[in-house]
């Protein structure tokens, strides 16, 4: 049985900075592809961005290019969502995802078989 656990969400004003994180219960995490998504109120999950199973490989949403970075340490089983410069519009429930079959990790929700619960991040203007 494979649990993702976030952590780290918060209350921050914009501009400023957080880093979630999402630790991976289970022996095979260095396999598994690795995403963030988020959904605000009344809105669907959408993508954030995703990673290799090595941490070779990045993939970012649009709208977070530049402000955000993931990374991962599979040593420790966990990924990691460094957020800067954040903005009011960034608000959101952030959820961590693992991909069991994929080599980079996609942007499709169905793409991804386990979920965490979620941590909220609220960012106040």
């Known amino acids: 049985q494979v649990q993702l656990a976030e952590s780290g969400g918060g209350l921050v004003q914009a501009g400023g900075s957080l880093r979630l994180s999402c630790a991976v219960s289970?022996?095979?995490?260095?396999?598994?592809?690795m995403g963030w998504f988020r959904q605000a109120p009344g809105k669907e999950r959408e993508f954030v961005a995703a990673?290799?199973?090595?941490?070779?490989?990045?993939n970012y949403a649009y709208f977070v290019k530049g402000r955000f970075t993931i990374s991962r340490d599979n040593a420790k089983s966990t990924v990691y969502l460094q957020m800067n410069s954040l903005k009011p519009e960034d608000t959101a429930v952030y959820y961590c995802?693992?991909?069991?079959?994929?080599?980079?990790?996609?942007?499709?929700?169905?793409?991804?078989?386990?979920w965490g619960q979620g941590t909220q991040v609220t960012v106040s203007s």
């Open positions: 990673i290799s199973w090595s941490g070779g490989s990045t």
């Open positions: 995802a693992a991909d069991r079959t994929s080599v980079y990790g996609g942007s499709r929700r169905d793409s991804y078989d386990y």
């Open positions: 289970g022996r095979t995490f260095s396999s598994y592809a």
